[in-house]
């Protein structure tokens, strides 16, 4: 049996609830301001002071531009399990977490992860319809890109806080977990093989 060398594409749950809500918002800001624009337009007058119609012009169509980014890109994040490495996709990254980096997975309650309790209000109404659901936790020996730099794409409660690992909310946490353990799985088993392989076996 021919083993896969890519599993699914598991879309992140997190990254679509934050796209979600951007394009929501930007979608009536930028309404508003086209709106304010048309109404200086079409009665040529102005409702604030100064020459500032184009600008609102532009940004509208900045707003509304971000809208349509945010509309589609809410789609565009999620991890794959390969045949030496889990892929992790975001519109502004891409990234291979080698299985040499991989120390365990785990599944774990998000509520637990990120308890309700120490989470602000704005951060308790963004986290709350993943209270009660199962992530899938990668404690790693070290990040594929700096801290720093990851941190800019990805949000921080993907971030495992009790050791070196990411958060991965995925619709199916069992489908994910036995994809990854069936690649993990092989790539060690290719690894036992061609260390147990006599010399120049290996090249024929």
Request: charged fraction near 20%.
């Amino acid at each position: 049996m021919k083993t896969r060398k890519t599993g699914s594409r598991h879309p992140l749950l997190l990254y679509k609830r934050v796209m979600d809500r951007l394009w929501r918002y930007t979608l009536v800001l930028g309404v508003l301001l086209f709106a304010i624009w048309f109404w200086t337009w079409w009665f040529g007058s102005s409702v604030i002071q100064g020459q500032q119609d184009l600008w609102l012009l532009l940004g509208a169509v900045v707003v509304l531009s971000f809208t349509l980014f945010a509309f589609f890109a809410r789609r565009m994040a999620y991890v794959q399990p390969r045949r030496d490495h889990i892929r992790l996709v975001t519109p502004f990254l891409r990234t291979n977490i080698s299985y040499r980096r991989l120390i365990s997975t785990h599944p774990a309650d998000f509520a637990q992860v990120f308890p309700p309790k120490d989470a602000s209000w704005a951060q308790h109404r963004l986290l709350e319809p993943f209270y009660g659901m199962t992530v899938v936790i990668l404690e790693l020996s070290g990040y594929p890109l700096p801290p720093a730099l990851l941190r800019l794409f990805l949000a921080p409660q993907m971030f495992y806080r009790r050791a070196k690992g990411l958060v991965l909310l995925v619709p199916d946490w069992m489908a994910l977990s036995t994809e990854l353990d069936s690649f993990v799985g092989a790539w060690q088993q290719e690894q036992k093989n061609r260390q147990m392989a006599p010399p120049g076996a290996l090249r024929r």
